[in-house]
């Protein structure tokens, strides 16, 4: 069975810095690119960052780019999104999710797998 986890969530004051993991079990992860999504209160889910399945190639949402940085650990199964200079914006639900075709998408249909969420409180 497929198992996703996020860890690292939590309130954090605008202008400082957190760190989510995503731990992966019963798939093969070095063949799935992974995403990192989030929901703000009250709207939709929105794309935030997305890495190949061997770290080469990531993608960033505008509103981040500069700011969070994805990366992985193939050998411990787990994907990181380090994110500084928050934002009350950034208030958000964090998912983290894998692509088996192993190159990273925007697009939220493209994966397979979702974990369950953390949640990231940014105070002004």
Not at 14 to 33: E, I, K, M, Q, V
Not at 92 to 110: E, V
Request: proline share 2%.
């Amino acid at each position: 069975q497929v198992q996703l986890e996020e860890f690292g969530g939590g309130l954090v004051q605008a202008g400082g810095s957190l760190r989510l993991s995503c731990a992966a079990s019963g798939l093969s992860f070095s063949n799935y690119a992974m995403g990192w999504f989030r929901q703000p209160p009250g709207k939709e889910r929105e794309f935030v960052a997305a890495i190949s399945w061997g770290g080469g190639s990531t993608l960033y949402a505008d509103s981040v780019k500069g700011r969070f940085t994805i990366s992985r650990a193939n050998v411990q199964r787990t994907a990181y999104l380090q994110m500084n200079k928050l934002k009350p914006e950034d208030t958000a639900h964090y998912y983290c999710a894998a692509d088996h075709w192993g190159l990273g998408s925007r697009d939220d249909s493209n994966y397979d797998y979702w974990g369950q969420g953390t949640q990231v409180t940014v105070s002004s």
